[in-house]
Every structure is written in structure tokens, then in C-alpha cells.
């Protein structure tokens, strides 16, 4: 079966040359020479859409000549697809047409393959059940070549024979009627259409939209097609006729006007309908015209002319000349209906608010790709985009300036590729080890080794745009702290050395934490509490985890002593030292017993146990001591059942005297409170034993992790009033619990 594009070559090339040729002889002149280079070349090969190469070359050189392109750019289309046939494709085509075609060839065969690679291992990825490694999503894989279209294009030219080349291989599909390969048609609306929009291609861009959109969905395209009441040429001759009758109007009333027709496409028609859930019926600017007048007067003469000719639509008026867009953009928006009661949309602004609105903050792209969530005025900013205003001017000086190399060099980032033709986004400057770390944490902690292009380099090697970098590594290991010495070049990017210092950090940590564990695993050696979940300890001292408690005291940040008193081991037998007298009321003339009443034995020395301090009415115990009277434990004290199993014979029923209170006694006692740590928690806890008159004669506090241990010995007169002030305490903001040791 004879292929469609097997008769192109004869009936393309022809005009191509011969309108060139009139007006840029010299350049033409390459033109020619660069067709008969290639013809041999390709005439009998075929590209891997079925397409025949030269035809291809042909279109596209067509292409470019509509686009603006110099007859240079033109001459490169043939050369782009000779490199792949030549044993040194940049030696020869330099010899025989200079660098400047040479590397222009060179930068475009790489990213045509680049491309195919990438989209290659998209499609691959999407029909395995288990993606690749180290793929990324489709959006940012989607970013990522859009910025690699801008990366790789030290020449302008490299872009715009890619939009141009693109754009022939859908119309070849469109024309034979194909299967177009997914992939193919996806990359081409989310890649090259905002592309060719962003650089101003208009015609371009709205063609590649059309035509990616009918192969991607085409019920869809079929059914907004039919809803259409005109076919496309008809619509747009309907337009170029309104916009003629238009300028002819506004010039007979004397406005100076320049009217241009804005003819919607099927792509842009659904997403608009998307963007704004319209149904079909709502789109009024399905036709549309834009009138450019000098002044900002002139542009509400123009809006009255239109609307005493045509009937306005109520509700669809917007005057951002007035009240401008977020993002400086400026305009009249009005929707008419004509004499048979069709829509139309007309925009009014002046050459400074549309050259701003194409080219300036507010860029046309920006206001166009705000995707499927409506047109919110998304303004064009940053530095990329400051580059894409570059790339716009380079495209207006690409005629003057073709026979010079023009180049515009994105030097703060470089994309390289994974074996899986996954694309990587590094800084300028980035080393096979800043590839690593950027792929994986754990690959690059494990490097050893890298290839670039196949070919084994050193690890501190510097990678260029488009290379494929493969990375060699051991089972196990860690990084080198070499690598974090600036001097010897191996770590460009921020990222990488943070994970290195991280890997670092991370090792220490392990060692300070080993050495904390065995200090609190030794600990509870010597207090016999083996058995204690560590888990739980660490909780009771206000920790996350174990962990984070092995990791303070490792640091010689916590005391042991703090976990000893957690533990509550208990205590030696009182000795002279524990026994602690009564303490007496400041006023004189109180009783010397301190109103204790020792059962039977009325003349014997009676003393309170410092371990538990007991204070009426609390159920008390007496212990016969070696010489120093009884000392007065509260029934449940640990030390009292200690001293009990081994001399129980020394036990002796006391009870408090039925004076104590009377007297004004009073009896120091201990309370611990637990409560996060803030400002002012010491201060408000004080206040509440004031005001409740109880006297605080000691404090101790101890801050961790946020959580505030305190202890405090207070004087009372008897432990049933203080219940009722712990519940007071145990209010306060903060304050976990409030209870008598």
C-alpha cells in the first residue's frame, strides 16, 4: 500500500524553496544544499510513526516557513533527521555547513530521542501493574519535559523544530487515519500545545490542541463538533466577515481601530465548558473579536458603537479597564448578538493593554492555563518565567539574527535521565552523587560508583543537560564524609548534603543512645526492677518513648536519680537522723508531746517518721526504736511493713491525742504535682496553698520533655483539709494530677 506521505516530497518541497528563495537568497542557499544533503539520505527511510522521513522534513520545513522560522531554521529540519545515518553526524554536517548548523542539528537529535525515551517509559509504566522504579507521577514528569523543551535549547530553533515537527505528525495521523499512540497524542496537548503558547505561536498551538484533543477523546470532539452549527471554515469566514464590516464601521465614525477576529476552537470550547461547568448553550464566544484603539477613550467609543449596533447580552459585560485584574490585566468584555441572533464575543483595549496582556505580567499563557478549575487570572511570575519573556524575544529577532548562534542558556538547572528514562531535575553543576541522592535517600548513601552515557566516571563529575546517568552500588553502607568537604567538589546541592549530614547525625545518635540504655538498664539492675517495661518508665517521666529517654540520659542531660525516685525504692530503717520531732506551734506553752497519745505507755518519747510524715486524722502505727522513743508511721507506709516483717514484736498502738487539733499543731506533709511545664505554673500552685493559709516550708521541681514534676512540703494542722486544696490545685491550667506522697 503506497503511504500518503510517499508523495509529499515532490509537491512540499517545491514551494518551500521557491518562496524562500525570493526573498533570502543566501539563505535559501543553505536551504537547498541541506535538502540535497539529506535526500539521499532519507528518502527510502521511514520514522517509526510510518511516516517517510523526507516528507516529514518537507512539512516541517513548511511549517516553520507559516511559524517565521529563517530559511536556516528550515535547512536544520533536514538536517536533524540525517544525523541518525552519519558515522559522525557533527563533524561532517559542521564541514559541510558550519558549527552553528552542527550543534543546532546535535541539540535536537538529543532531544527528540530524549523525548521518545521518556514517553517510551510513560507508556510502559502504565501498563505494568508494578510502576517502574523510580517513575515519577505524570504531572511532574509532564513539568519536567515541558522544562527540558526550554533547557535544551541554547538555540531557540531546537524548540520550534520540535513544535513544528510534532504538529506534522499529527496532521500525518489525522490525514491517514491511524491509531495514534497515547503517549504520543498526551505529550503533544500538555507539552507542546502550552509551549507553543507560551512562546506566541497561536496558530500552532490551537492546531495541536484540535488535533491531540480528536485523538485523546474523540467521542467528545464528535459530539462539541456537531453542536457547532457551522464547520470551521465557515465559522472563521463568519468572523473575518464581521471583523472586516466591523473596521469598516468604526472607521466611518472615526476610530482609529485595529480589529482582529478570535475564532474558538473545539478544545478550547470544552475547556471552557469544563473549566466553568457551562453547558454549550452558555459559551457566548464561541466567535469572538478583539478591537485594539489607541486610546482609553477610544475604547469606550468603540464599546458604544458596538453596543447601539448590536443587542448586548444583560449580565456579560466586565470593564477591567476600570477595575483591572488581580494580575494588571486590562480590557472591555462585552457579548453582542448579531442580526440573526448568534453570540459574540468583543474585547476592546488599547495596543499597550494587549501588547501587556500577550507579553507582559499578565501573560496570555497564564490567563489561558489555568486549567480545569477556571480562569482565575494566574499571573506569569518568577524566574522561569522571566526566561519564557526571553525566549519571546528571541523568537521576534529569529530572522535578523539567524545567521549568528542565539542562545539563551538556562544555567541554574540540569536535566539528566535515570536507565529507566525517568528525567531528574538538578542544579547547575550537579555530581553523579547529587544524582543519587536525588533519585533515593538509600541510593545514594550506598554509592560507590557512577556511569555517564555509558561510560564509568568519576563520582565528583559534573553532568551536562540529556545525559543518562547509572548509578553502581554496595549492599550496605553509609556515606563518606568526604563528600561534605566543599573542596573536593563531590556535593552541589542543598538536598543531598542535608542527607548526608542526616546519615551523620543519625550515627551518633545510635551510639548516644546505646550508651543511655545501658545506664538505665544498670540502674535498674542495682534496684532489683528488672522486670520494668521500659516503654512505661519512659512514659511515667513524661517521654515519648524509651528511645527518647535512653537518648537524655545518654547526653548526660537527665539525672538517674530523677528515674530512682519514679521507681520508689524503698527505704532504709529510720535512723536518729529520720526520726524528726514534732514540729510545735510558734506560740508558747504547748505540750510536749506533741499530741500524740501512745496507748498504755503515756511517759514513752513520741516522733513522727520523716518517710511518710503522718498527720491527723491519718491511721497511724507505732515503732518501738533502739533508744529514741517510738517513732509515728501512717498505716500505709512501705518502710512501717518492712520494719513489721522483721520485728513485728516491736509494734505498738498509738492514736493522735483528742487535744491535737485544739492546740494548733502543725505537721509537715509532702504533696507531688505533675502538670505541663509553663510560665507562671510555680507561681499560681504557691498562691492556692495561701490563700488556703497553709505554709509552704520547701520545693522541689524538675522540668522534662515539657512535663513539670514538683514536689512540695506543706504545714496542716490535720490531712483532711488538704484533700480538698489538692482538688483546688488540680484544677489549674496544666496540672495532670495533685496528690499527698
Given at each position: 500500500m503506497k503511504s500518503l506521505s510517499a508523495e509529499l516530497p515532490a509537491q512540499s518541497a517545491a514551494p518551500v524553496l521557491e518562496a524562500t528563495a525570493r526573498g533570502l537568497p543566501d539563505q535559501a542557499g543553505a536551504l537547498v544544499r541541506a535538502r540535497a544533503f539529506a535526500e539521499p539520505l532519507l528518502a527510502a527511510e521511514m520514522l517509526d510513526t510510518g511516516e517517510n522521513v523526507l516528507a516529514h522534513a518537507d512539512a516541517v520545513a513548511g511549517i516553520l516557513r507559516n511559524m517565521g522560522g529563517s530559511a536556516a531554521m528550515q535547512a536544520a529540519s533536514y538536517l536533524v533527521y540525517a544525523c541518525d545515518h552519519l558515522n559522525k553526524p557533527h563533524e561532517v554536517i559542521a564541514k559541510a555547513f558550519g558549527d552553528t548548523?552542527?550543534?543546532?542539528?546535535?541539540?535536537?537529535?538529543?532531544?527528540?530521542?530524549?523525548?521518545?525515551?521518556?514517553?517510551?517509559?510513560?507508556?510502559?509504566?502504565?501498563?505494568?501493574?508494578?510502576?517502574?522504579?523510580?517513575?515519577?507521577?505524570?504531572?511532574?514528569?509532564?513539568?519536567?519535559?515541558?522544562?527540558?523543551?526550554?533547557?535544551?535549547?541554547?538555540?531557540?530553533?531546537?524548540?520550534?523544530?520540535?513544535?513544528?515537527?510534532?504538529l506534522q505528525t499529527l496532521r500525518y495521523y489525522a490525514a491517514t487515519k491511524l491509531p495514534v499512540p497515547a503517549g504520543l497524542a498526551a505529550e503533544a496537548l500538555h507539552v507542546f500545545a502550552p509551549l507553543a503558547n507560551r512562546l506566541g505561536i497561536w496558530e500552532v498551538k490551537w492546531e495541536i490542541e484540535d488535533l491531540s484533543f480528536r485523538f485523546l477523546e474523540p467521542d467528545t470532539y464528535r459530539q462539541v463538533a456537531k453542536l457547532l452549527d457551522e464547520k470551521r471554515v465557515e465559522r472563521e469566514a463568519y468572523v473575518e466577515q464581521l471583523r472586516t464590516q466591523l473596521a469598516t464601521d468604526l472607521a466611518a465614525q472615526g476610530i482609529h481601530a485595529k480589529v482582529q477576529g478570535r475564532p474558538k476552537h473545539i478544545y478550547s470550547i470544552v475547556k471552557k465548558m469544563r473549566g466553568k461547568s457551562l453547558g454549550f448553550d452558555q459559551v457566548y464566544d464561541i466567535r469572538a473579536l478583539r478591537i485594539v484603539v489607541p486610546t482609553v477613550p477610544d475604547c469606550y467609543s468603540a464599546l458604544g458603537w458596538v453596543h447601539s449596533q448590536f443587542v448586548p447580552v444583560s449580565d456579560e459585560f466586565d470593564d477591567y479597564i476600570?477595575?483591572?485584574?488581580?494580575?494588571?490585566?486590562?480590557?472591555?468584555?462585552?457579548?453582542?448578538?448579531?442580526?440573526?441572533?448568534?453570540?459574540?464575543?468583543?474585547?476592546?483595549?488599547?495596543?499597550?493593554?494587549?501588547?501587556?496582556?500577550?507579553?507582559?505580567?499578565?501573560?496570555?499563557?497564564?490567563?489561558?492555563?489555568?486549567?480545569?478549575?477556571?480562569?482565575?487570572?494566574?499571573?506569569?511570575?518568577?524566574?522561569?518565567?522571566?526566561?519564557?519573556?526571553?525566549?519571546?524575544?528571541?523568537?521576534?529577532?529569529?530572522?535578523?539574527?539567524?545567521?549568528?548562534?542565539?542562545?539563551?542558556?538556562?544555567?541554574?538547572?540540569?536535566?539528566?535521565?535515570?536507565?529507566?528514562?525517568?528525567?531528574?531535575?538538578?542544579?547547575?553543576?550537579?555530581?553523579?552523587?547529587?544524582f543519587a541522592y536525588s533519585v533515593h535517600t538509600n541510593l545514594g548513601h550506598r554509592c560507590r560508583g557512577a556511569k555517564v552515557d555509558g561510560a564509568m566516571v568519576p563520582l565528583h563529575t559534573p553532568l551536562k543537560n540529556g545525559q543518562t546517568v547509572e548509578v553502581?552500588?554496595?549492599?550496605?553502607?553509609g556515606p563518606s564524609r568526604d563528600w561534605l568537604n566543599p573542596e573536593l567538589g563531590f556535593l552541589v546541592s542543598h538536598r543531598a548534603r542535608a542527607k548526608v549530614r542526616a546519615w551523620f547525625n543519625a550515627l551518633a545518635m545510635g551510639e548516644t543512645v546505646a550508651k543511655g540504655r545501658e545506664a538505665v538498664e544498670k540502674l535498674l539492675q542495682r534496684e532489683g526492677k528488672t522486670s520494668t517495661k521500659l516503654e512505661d518508665l519512659a512514659s511515667q517521666l513524661g517521654f515519648n518513648s524509651a528511645e527518647d529517654l535512653f537518648e537524655?540520659?545518654?547526653?548526660?542531660?537527665?539525672?538517674?536519680?530523677?528515674?530512682?525516685?519514679?521507681?520508689?525504692?524503698?527505704e532504709p530503717l529510720p535512723s536518729e537522723d529520720d526520726l524528726v520531732l514534732l514540729k510545735k506551734p510558734r506560740a508558747a506553752g504547748n505540750s510536749?508531746?506533741?499530741?500524740?497519745?501512745?496507748?498504755?505507755?503515756?511517759?514513752?518519747?513520741?516522733?513522727?517518721?520523716?518517710?511518710?510524715?503522718?498527720?491527723?486524722?491519718?491511721?497511724?502505727?507505732?515503732?518501738?526504736?533502739?533508744?529514741?522513743?517510738?517513732?509515728?508511721?501512717?498505716?500505709?507506709?512501705?518502710?512501717?511493713?518492712?520494719m513489721v516483717t522483721r520485728s513485728g514484736d516491736r509494734v505498738i498502738d498509738v492514736e493522735w491525742g483528742g487535744a491535737t487539733a485544739s492546740k494548733g499543731n502543725v505537721y509537715p506533709v509532702d504533696v507531688a504535682v505533675?502538670?505541663?511545664?509553663?510560665?507562671?505554673?510555680?507561681?499560681?500552685?504557691?498562691?492556692?496553698?495561701?490563700?488556703?493559709?497553709?505554709?509552704?516550708?520547701?520545693?522541689?521541681?524538675?522540668?522534662?520533655?515539657?512535663?513539670?514534676?514538683?514536689?512540695?512540703?506543706?504545714?496542716?494542722?490535720?490531712?483532711?483539709?488538704?484533700?480538698?486544696?489538692?482538688?483546688?490545685v488540680a484544677e489549674l491550667a496544666g496540672v495532670r494530677s495533685a496528690r499527698r506522697r
Open positions: 548548523f552542527a550543534d543546532l542539528a546535535m541539540e535536537t537529535t538529543k532531544l527528540v530521542r530524549v523525548q521518545r525515551m521518556a514517553r517510551l517509559a510513560q507508556q510502559s509504566a502504565s501498563r505494568s501493574a508494578t510502576p517502574i522504579p523510580m517513575a515519577q507521577t505524570a504531572a511532574a514528569q509532564t513539568e519536567s519535559v515541558r522544562k527540558m523543551l526550554l533547557a535544551f535549547s541554547r538555540d531557540l530553533r531546537v524548540v520550534m523544530l520540535r513544535l513544528a515537527s510534532r476600570a477595575k483591572p485584574k488581580a494580575n494588571g490585566y486590562q480590557s472591555l468584555h462585552t457579548v453582542v448578538r448579531d442580526s440573526s441572533g448568534q453570540p459574540v464575543e468583543v474585547q476592546v483595549r488599547t495596543q499597550a493593554m494587549h501588547d501587556h496582556a500577550e507579553h507582559g505580567v499578565a501573560a496570555h499563557w497564564a490567563y489561558k492555563e489555568a486549567g480545569t478549575k477556571g480562569y482565575a487570572g494566574v499571573s506569569a511570575s518568577g524566574e522561569y518565567d522571566a526566561k519564557i519573556a526571553v525566549l519571546r524575544q528571541l523568537l521576534a529577532w529569529e530572522r535578523d539574527l539567524s545567521g549568528t548562534q542565539d542562545s539563551v542558556v538556562l544555567d541554574d538547572r540540569i536535566y539528566v535521565l535515570t536507565p529507566d528514562a525517568a528525567i531528574v531535575e538538578l542544579p547547575q553543576g550537579a555530581t553523579t552523587v547529587d553502581t552500588t554496595v549492599k550496605e553502607g537524655v540520659v545518654g547526653k548526660d542531660e537527665f539525672s538517674l536519680r530523677n528515674i530512682e525516685i519514679v521507681l520508689r525504692p524503698p510536749g508531746k506533741g499530741g500524740v497519745l501512745v496507748v498504755g505507755v503515756d511517759s514513752l518519747m513520741t516522733q513522727l517518721a520523716k518517710c511518710c510524715k503522718p498527720a491527723p486524722p491519718d491511721a497511724i502505727c507505732g515503732f518501738v526504736t533502739r533508744g529514741k522513743g517510738v517513732s509515728v508511721h501512717r498505716a500505709d507506709c512501705s518502710n512501717l511493713r518492712n505533675e502538670a505541663t511545664d509553663r510560665q507562671g505554673l510555680l507561681r499560681d500552685i504557691s498562691e492556692v496553698f495561701t490563700k488556703e493559709k497553709m505554709n509552704v516550708i520547701g520545693v522541689q521541681t524538675q522540668s522534662v520533655k515539657g512535663i513539670a514534676w514538683m514536689t512540695f512540703t506543706v504545714e496542716v494542722t490535720e490531712s483532711g483539709r488538704l484533700n480538698k486544696v489538692l482538688g483546688v
